[in-house]
């Protein structure tokens, strides 16, 4: 298991767990389809510990580096 924010761009995993401390992030995460076991893609990451963006069922979410090392998950085998 990784962090999404070490995760390779480009790549598929399975979210398998996350714990956030705001629980209103973590909501409206839930709210835009981020739960354990649905398939999240990685589409950008920026440079120096910047935002990460995500695919997550068709939605592209863009989340802060601190946020995104609170998500851990598998990498998912085509």
């Given at each position: 298991?990784?962090?999404?924010?070490?995760?390779?761009?480009?790549?598929?995993?399975?979210?398998?767990?996350?714990?956030?401390?705001?629980?209103?992030?973590?909501?409206?995460?839930?709210?835009?389809?981020?739960?354990?076991?649905?398939?999240?893609?990685?589409?950008?990451?920026?440079?120096?510990?910047?935002?990460?963006?995500?695919?997550?069922e068709g939605q592209h979410i863009c989340i802060r580096n601190c946020d995104?090392?609170?998500?851990?998950?598998?990498?998912?085998?085509?």
């Amino acid at each position: 298991m990784l962090h999404a924010a070490n995760a390779e761009i480009g790549s598929t995993y399975f979210v398998k767990s996350f714990s956030f401390d705001n629980p209103v992030l973590q909501h409206r995460l839930n709210a835009l389809g981020l739960s354990v076991g649905s398939v999240l893609k990685v589409q950008r990451k920026s440079l120096f510990k910047g935002p990460c963006v995500f695919d997550i069922e068709g939605q592209h979410i863009c989340i802060r580096n601190c946020d995104a090392c609170k998500i851990m998950l598998e990498a998912a085998h085509d």
